[in-house]
């Protein structure tokens, strides 16, 4: 994956581009499409994903197929981690 990080709308200093990244590479992250219509033809997603340090990452992002843009990332709350949580239990 290839990320675009020049002029990223949000602060990298609480969660680093690094951890961004590993929540995206987590193997359990989920990547879902909201059900609103997006503006301007622009599809945003949603990715919830865990780093390595086992941070759980909201993010939210958009792809062109090569590229991804971060919109915006935080710590997940604990309703979208327990979320998180039940779908991949769905799947194991």
């Known amino acids: 994956m ?3 990080w020049i002029d990223a ?3 990298l200093k609480k969660i680093s581009p690094r951890e ?3 929540s995206f590479e987590d193997p359990f992250s989920l ?3 909201p059900e609103s219509e997006a503006t301007g033809g ?3 997603f949603f ?3 865990k ?3 086992n941070l759980p ?10 590229k991804y843009r971060v919109i915006f990332a935080r710590e997940m709350t604990a309703d979208e981690l327990s979320f998180c949580e039940r779908r991949n239990t769905e799947f194991l």
């Open 20 to 22: 961004i990244e590993e």
């Open 9 to 11: 709308p949000f602060d």
């Open 2 to 4: 290839d990320f675009d």
């Open 51 to 53: 780093t390595v340090g």
């Open 42 to 44: 622009e599809s945003r």
């Open 47 to 49: 990715s919830l994903g």
């Open 31 to 33: 990547r879902l499409l």
């Open 57 to 66: 990452v909201f993010s939210v992002f958009w792809t062109d197929g090569k």
